[in-house]
C-alpha cells in the first residue's frame, strides 16, 4: 500500500500505483509547484529520511505537534484536551509511534480537523492511529480532499465536536476556512486560527490572505466577513498554524489588525506610499 504524500504541502493522497500528475492543492493559485517540478514522498520514507514528531505543551491543555526536520507546509499541530476527548488540529503531513504513544498518554483522540486544505496533511492516517475517530472538513472545501475515507465527515456554519469546542467557518482564505474556540483550562477563550487569520512578526497584530506564500490579499468585506463570523465569542488567545501566538487580549488585536488592513486596501493611507 502506497499512499503517496505532496512532499511541498504534506497532503496525502490515496494508494494508487502511480501518484497523480499534480497536487491540485499546490497548482491552485494559493500555493505553488516548486520550479524543480512535483515531487512525492510516503511516510515510510519521511521515516527513513529522519523524520521524528515532538510533542510539547504549549499552554495548559494544549500541545503543539511538529515534526522535525519540518515536512510540506511545516505547521504546528494542536491538540487540544477537553473532558469529553481531545481534538488534533491542523494534522501534520507525518506521524510515528512516538507521536502516537504520547498522545495516548494525553488521553488519545475524539476528533481531527483541519482550518482549510493546506492543513489536511495525512487528517485520515491519523484517524487509523486512533481508532477511526472522525476527520472533519468543512462542506465548502470537499473537492479539496485529496484522500476520500469513510472517517471524513462534513460540517458547515459552526459546529460543536466536542463540549468547549466550536469549529467557526470563518472563510477568507478558502471559502471552507474555519477556525476552532477553545475555552481553554482558564475558560478565557483561545482561537485556533490556521490560516484563517494569521499571527505576524509584530506581537499583538495578525494578517488575513488569500495566499501566504504569494501574498494575495483579501478585499475589506472578506476581512469584515472573517472578523464577523467570530464576533459572537470571547477569547483572550489565538494561535497561527506555526508557533505565532497573540499571547493576550486577542480579540482587540483582531480588531485592530483589520481596521489598519482595511485602511491599506481602502487607500486611507496612501499618502504614505
Ligand atoms: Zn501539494
Ligand atoms: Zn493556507
Redesign the pocket.
Known amino acids: 500500500m502506497t499512499l503517496w504524500i505532496c512532499s511541498t504541502c504534506a497532503v496525502e493522497y490515496p494508494d494508487t500505483p502511480q501518484p497523480p500528475d499534480v497536487c491540485h492543492i499546490c497548482a491552485d493559485e ?2 505553488y509547484v516548486p520550479a524543480t517540478g512535483q515531487r512525492w514522498t510516503t511516510v515510510r520514507d519521511l521515516a527513513a529520511a529522519g523524520h521524528r514528531t515532538h510533542v510539547a505543551e504549549v499552554e495548559a491543555g494544549l500541545y503543539g505537534v511538529t515534526v522535525e526536520p519540518e515536512v510540506g ?1 511545516g505547521q504546528r499541530a494542536l491538540l487540544a484536551q477537553t473532558p469529553a476527548g481531545n481534538l488534533l488540529w491542523d494534522p501534520t503531513g507525518f506521524l510515528d509511534q512516538a507521536a502516537v504513544d504520547q498522545i495516548r498518554e494525553l488521553g488519545g483522540l475524539a476528533a481531527i480537523a483541519a ?5 489536511f496533511g495525512v487528517q485520515v492516517e491519523w484517524s487509523r492511529a486512533f481508532g477511526g475517530v472522525p476527520v472533519y472538513v468543512n462542506e465548502a472545501d470537499k473537492d479539496w480532499i485529496g484522500r476520500t475515507d469513510e472517517v471524513v465527515r462534513f460540517w458547515s456554519g459552526t459546529f460543536e465536536p466536542l463540549p468547549g469546542l466550536t469549529f467557526v467557518q470563518a472563510g477568507g ?2 471559502r471552507g ?1 474555519a477556525v476552532a474556540h477553545w475555552t481553554g483550562a482558564d475558560d478565557r477563550g483561545v482561537i485556533l486560527a ?2 484563517t487569520i494569521a499571527p505576524v512578526a509584530d506581537q499583538g497584530w495578525v494578517t488575513f490572505m488569500r ?2 506564500p504569494n501574498s494575495i490579499p483579501l478585499s475589506p468585506a472578506a476581512v469584515e466577513q472573517v472578523v464577523g463570523r467570530l464576533e459572537p465569542y470571547a477569547y483572550d488567545r489565538l494561535y497561527g ?1 506555526f508557533g505565532r501566538v497573540v499571547s493576550a487580549d486577542a480579540k482587540a488585536a483582531v480588531r485592530r489588525s483589520a481596521d489598519r488592513y482595511i485602511g491599506w486596501i481602502r487607500g486611507d493611507f496612501d499618502a504614505d506610499t
Open positions: 494559493r500555493q507546509i482550518s482549510h486544505p493546506h492543513m482564505h478558502f476556512s490556521g490560516d495566499s501566504y498554524n
